[in-house]
T-cell receptor, first 113, second 115 residues
Framework: KAGVTQTPRYLIKTRGQQVTLSCSPI?????VSWYQQTPGQGLQFLFE???????NKGNFPGRFSGRQFSNSRSEMNVSTLELGDSALYLC????????????FGPGTRLLVL | AQSVAQPEDQVNVAEGNPLTVKCTYS??????LFWYVQYPNRGLQFLLK??????LVKGSYGFEAEFNKSQTSFHLKKPSALVSDSALYFC?????????????FGAGTRLFVKA
């Protein structure tokens, strides 16, 4: 079974631009969660989608948004990029129950100049 | 509020020696506990989890973890470390909260295994 895939793997943007990251979950998984990983803040939860609905949200500004499609694929959008948005963005998928394991993709490394 | 603490930023161990990576947590209700490992420029790989039942959980690559409810700990262990175990290890807790479950990760512990 194919794992979680994320595209693109690397991205360079400038301040003020917007960016869209994509995540394809493991087949059959209906939950997709997004995390931001930085050296200073560690792994921070962004949001979780389940069956096209946002089920949970972390403490990030409204510039960070996401959506999930009927095939469970998810996209994350960051508008008006700031230098501090430079990070590794990780997507994780699971079957959706709280005790289920989340499986992570390789991440998208975003550099904002 | 939910929280996870990994008190050691770094753990150094010689190859062949046992290793322990510590994790303590705070959550209301019964927690679900996870350990993940991250290699450079990679995503997180699942090692093991505790849901219920036996306090000693066995996982991938010879790792195991012991759930201790009274001490609210979930330490990761391995009887004999390998150089290839050198990586960044994350403990995570998933517990009930208003609005649903959310996974909280510890800050991570970097493990160095010396040959």
């Amino acid at each position: 079974k194919a794992g979680v895939t994320q595209t693109p793997r690397y991205l360079i943007k400038t301040r003020g631009q917007q960016v869209t990251l994509s995540c394809s979950p493991i087949s059959g998984h209906r939950s997709v969660s997004w995390y931001q990983q930085t050296p200073g803040q560690g792994l921070q939860f962004l949001f979780e989608y389940f069956s096209e609905t946002q089920r949970n949200k972390g403490n990030f500004p409204g510039r960070f948004s996401g959506r999930q499609f009927s095939n469970s694929r998810s996209e994350m959008n960051v508008s008006t990029l700031e230098l501090g948005d430079s990070a590794l963005y990780l997507c994780a998928s699971s079957l959706g129950l709280p005790q289920e394991t989340q499986y992570f993709g390789p991440g998208t490394r975003l550099l904002v100049l | 509020a939910q929280s996870v603490a990994q008190p050691e930023d770094q753990v150094n161990v010689a190859e062949g020696n046992p290793l322990t990576v510590k994790c303590t947590y705070s959550v209301s209700g019964n927690p679900y506990l996870f350990w993940y490992v991250q290699y450079p420029n990679r995503g997180l790989q699942f090692l093991l989890k505790y849901i219920t039942g036996d306090n000693l959980v066995k996982g991938s690559y010879g790792f195991e973890a012991e759930f201790n409810k009274s001490q609210t700990s979930f330490h990761l262990k391995k009887p004999s470390a390998l150089v290839s175990d050198s990586a960044l290890y994350f403990c995570a807790v998933r517990g009930p909260r208003r609005g649903g479950f959310k996974t909280i990760f510890g800050a991570g512990t970097r493990l160095f295994v010396k040959a």
